[in-house]
Protein backbone atom coordinates (compact mmCIF):
# COMPACT_ATOMS: atom_id res chain seq x y z
CA UNK A 1 0.00 0.00 0.00
CA UNK A 2 1.20 3.26 -1.11
CA UNK A 3 1.38 6.32 1.64
CA UNK A 4 2.43 9.44 1.34
CA UNK A 5 2.82 11.34 4.89
CA UNK A 6 3.47 15.48 4.56
CA UNK A 7 4.27 17.53 7.21
CA UNK A 8 5.82 20.77 8.20
CA UNK A 9 2.74 22.56 7.54
CA UNK A 10 2.08 26.12 10.03
CA UNK A 11 1.42 29.56 10.20
CA UNK A 12 3.79 31.73 9.12
CA UNK A 13 4.31 35.85 8.57
CA UNK A 14 4.20 37.32 5.42
CA UNK A 15 7.84 37.24 4.12
CA UNK A 16 8.81 34.14 6.63
CA UNK A 17 9.95 30.39 4.92
CA UNK A 18 8.66 26.51 6.04
CA UNK A 19 9.85 23.46 4.77
CA UNK A 20 7.80 20.86 4.16
CA UNK A 21 8.32 17.28 4.28
CA UNK A 22 6.74 13.97 2.08
CA UNK A 23 7.59 10.64 3.17
CA UNK A 24 6.90 8.01 0.91
CA UNK A 25 6.39 3.97 1.38
CA UNK A 26 5.26 1.33 -0.47
CA UNK A 27 6.32 2.50 -3.96
CA UNK A 28 10.26 2.63 -5.56
CA UNK A 29 10.90 6.03 -5.22
CA UNK A 30 13.96 5.71 -6.90
CA UNK A 31 11.98 5.55 -10.18
CA UNK A 32 9.09 7.92 -8.82
CA UNK A 33 8.41 11.23 -10.12
CA UNK A 34 7.83 13.29 -6.63
CA UNK A 35 5.42 16.57 -7.03
CA UNK A 36 3.88 19.39 -4.66
CA UNK A 37 0.49 20.95 -5.40
CA UNK A 38 -1.49 22.99 -3.52
CA UNK A 39 -5.26 24.02 -3.04
CA UNK A 40 -6.36 27.61 -1.79
CA UNK A 41 -9.44 28.90 -0.41
CA UNK A 42 -12.10 28.57 -3.35
CA UNK A 43 -9.46 27.75 -5.23
CA UNK A 44 -8.91 24.75 -7.77
CA UNK A 45 -5.92 22.50 -7.32
CA UNK A 46 -2.62 23.47 -8.61
CA UNK A 47 0.63 22.43 -9.64
CA UNK A 48 3.59 23.91 -8.27
CA UNK A 49 6.43 21.70 -8.22
CA UNK A 50 7.81 18.60 -9.34
CA UNK A 51 11.35 16.34 -9.42
CA UNK A 52 11.80 13.94 -11.89
CA UNK A 53 13.47 9.99 -10.62
CA UNK A 54 16.39 9.02 -8.55
CA UNK A 55 18.40 8.84 -12.08
CA UNK A 56 16.91 11.57 -13.36
CA UNK A 57 16.09 14.38 -10.92
CA UNK A 58 15.43 17.38 -13.07
CA UNK A 59 13.24 19.98 -10.97
CA UNK A 60 10.05 22.14 -13.10
CA UNK A 61 8.38 24.80 -11.17
CA UNK A 62 4.69 26.95 -12.10
CA UNK A 63 5.51 30.88 -12.64
CA UNK A 64 3.71 31.49 -9.45
CA UNK A 65 6.49 29.60 -7.03
CA UNK A 66 9.37 30.03 -9.58
CA UNK A 67 12.27 31.32 -7.48
CA UNK A 68 11.06 31.47 -4.20
CA UNK A 69 10.15 27.62 -3.50
CA UNK A 70 12.91 24.79 -3.93
CA UNK A 71 11.61 21.22 -4.26
CA UNK A 72 14.35 18.50 -3.23
CA UNK A 73 14.65 14.89 -2.29
CA UNK A 74 16.64 12.75 -0.27
CA UNK A 75 16.42 9.15 -1.74
CA UNK A 76 18.04 7.29 1.06
CA UNK A 77 15.01 8.55 3.35
CA UNK A 78 12.26 8.03 0.25
CA UNK A 79 11.32 11.92 1.09
CA UNK A 80 10.81 14.64 -0.96
CA UNK A 81 10.92 18.29 0.26
CA UNK A 82 9.57 21.84 -0.42
CA UNK A 83 11.35 24.66 0.46
CA UNK A 84 9.23 27.73 1.01
CA UNK A 85 10.36 31.21 1.15
CA UNK A 86 9.32 34.41 0.79
CA UNK A 87 6.07 33.34 1.92
CA UNK A 88 3.03 35.74 0.53
CA UNK A 89 -0.92 35.51 1.96
CA UNK A 90 -1.61 34.09 -2.06
CA UNK A 91 0.13 30.83 -1.00
CA UNK A 92 -1.89 30.28 1.77
CA UNK A 93 -3.16 26.59 0.98
CA UNK A 94 -3.15 22.78 1.56
CA UNK A 95 -0.38 21.13 0.20
CA UNK A 96 -0.09 17.88 -1.40
CA UNK A 97 2.67 15.67 -1.80
CA UNK A 98 1.83 13.31 -5.20
CA UNK A 99 3.74 10.46 -6.58
CA UNK A 100 3.66 9.14 -10.12
CA UNK A 101 4.84 5.71 -11.01
CA UNK A 102 7.54 5.55 -14.00
CA UNK A 103 5.58 6.39 -17.27
CA UNK A 104 2.41 7.94 -15.74
CA UNK A 105 1.26 10.95 -17.34
CA UNK A 106 -0.30 11.98 -13.90
CA UNK A 107 -0.06 11.64 -10.05
CA UNK A 108 -0.98 8.15 -9.04
CA UNK A 109 -0.75 8.72 -5.55
CA UNK A 110 -1.87 11.83 -3.10
CA UNK A 111 -1.19 12.34 0.57
CA UNK A 112 -3.75 13.93 2.72
CA UNK A 113 -1.90 17.11 2.70
CA UNK A 114 -0.59 19.88 5.49
CA UNK A 115 -1.99 22.94 5.93
CA UNK A 116 -0.32 26.54 5.52
CA UNK A 117 -1.36 29.59 6.48
CA UNK A 118 0.37 33.36 5.17
CA UNK A 119 -0.85 36.15 7.48
Known amino acids: QVQLVESGGDSVETGGSLRLACVASGLSFADADMGWYRRGPGNECEWIASIGSVGNPSTFYSNSVNGRFTISHDPDKNTVYLQMTSLSVEDTAVYYC????????????WGQGTQVTVS
Open 98 to 109: AASNYGSDAPDY
